[in-house]
């Protein structure tokens, strides 16, 4: 019998779980996702529903318990969790039941370490930003190979040579480019899962800053007001990339999904990246603006900015951010997770 592959992903953002969808169907072998799968499409995959192991199922939960009385290679580790505790146990059990030849960890350094304790050989996704403090480096010293889900470009300044050169690079894993042939004048504005969406009186402000173009809005948006006939709003949509390859320009947090976007579709891109722990977001923008592939702007821009913003998005060269984009990312990653599994059988 084929030893399959588990995949854990972390329940903050869609990225995450979008990766490992992606990934999975393009390996040779059997792959389980294991994770708090919750308010995901999961038809079709073999997966493990894991119990929340968040502080009273807190959506915003960023993955550290805020204690000072925890190991130092830990970031969250609460003690008298009930969910935590059967998350675990269920991890373990899959593990002695189905005897799997890898484990890709995106993200936890506990579930890595857990793994390693349960004699498994893990592959660890490594986000952007500076992530030297001791949970992270004890996850990646513990892990067979390092993934980063981003081009090499983007990568930070302060990343040790040990961690870069464990490092398998994959660039951007996500759904492929949408058939183009033409840009219309559309402004489209994308919010993710992972982050606190859009609010109605700064997109109104905004489009009418810019009251020639239209404005449309995907995802998530709170609040109320009156808006601007060239403002609309669509919430959550299925063909998010069929929309964005309509627009002129893409405006966009600095999360994976929506720079994996902006690149596959090769978008002219304003950057608004949101504060997250470790600077994931800022330090990613940072390499787009050096690179000369985004317009970058920290948080939201007062409605004043917003007419030199677009004109300077607009005039990007969008072949700098196409040229991140791999359009055979997903099967060389298949390729070499499952490259990865083979030595560690052999092993």
Not at 7 to 15: F, I, L, N, S
Not at 193 to 199: E, L, M, N
Not at 268 to 296: M, S, W
Not at 321 to 337: E, F, K, M, S, W
Request: glycine share 12%.
């Amino acid at each position: 019998m084929t030893r399959g592959i588990g995949w854990y992903v972390h329940h903050q953002g869609a990225g995450h779980f979008q990766r490992a969808r992606a990934v999975a169907a393009a390996l040779p072998r059997p792959c389980t996702i294991l994770g708090t799968l919750t308010g995901f499409d999961t038809a079709g995959l073999d997966i493990l529903d894991l119990p929340d192991d968040r502080p009273l199922g807190d959506a915003a939960f960023d993955g550290r318990d805020g204690t000072s009385e925890r190991p130092e290679a830990l970031h969250y580790a609460p003690l008298n969790h009930r969910g935590l505790r059967a998350r675990m146990a269920r991890i373990a059990a899959w593990a002695e039941r189905t005897d799997p030849a890898l484990i890709v960890v995106d993200v936890s350094v506990e579930v890595t370490l857990f793994a390693r304790l349960l004699s498994v050989p893990t592959l660890v996704v490594r986000l952007a930003g500076t992530r030297t403090d001791p949970p992270h480096l004890e996850a990646f010293r513990s892990a067979t190979r390092v993934l980063a889900a981003f081009p090499e470009a983007l990568d930070g300044a302060g990343v040790p040579d040990w961690v870069r050169a464990k490092t398998l690079y994959a660039g951007f894993l996500g759904a492929p480019a949408h058939a183009v042939t033409e840009a219309g004048r559309d402004i489209v504005v994308v919010f993710g899962r992972g982050g606190a969406g859009g609010d109605v009186a700064q997109l109104a402000a905004a489009a009418r800053s810019v009251p020639d173009r239209p404005w449309h809005v995907l995802g998530p948006v709170s609040g109320a007001g009156e808006m601007p006939d060239n403002l609309h709003l669509h919430g959550w949509v299925p063909d998010v990339e069929a929309r964005v390859a309509r627009a002129a320009l893409l405006v966009g947090g600095g999360g994976d999904g929506v720079v994996a976007l902006a690149a596959a579709q090769g978008k002219r891109f304003l950057c608004l990246p949101e504060e997250r722990a470790y600077g994931e977001q800022t330090e990613k923008a940072a390499a787009l603006a050096r690179l000369g592939a985004a317009i970058v702007h920290e948080g939201w821009p007062p409605a004043a900015a917003w007419p030199d913003l677009i004109r300077a998005g607009l005039a990007l060269d969008p072949s700098v951010i196409g040229g991140l984009h791999n359009p055979d990312a997903v099967r060389a990653c298949a390729a070499a997770i499952e490259a990865l599994a083979r030595g560690a059988i052999r092993s």
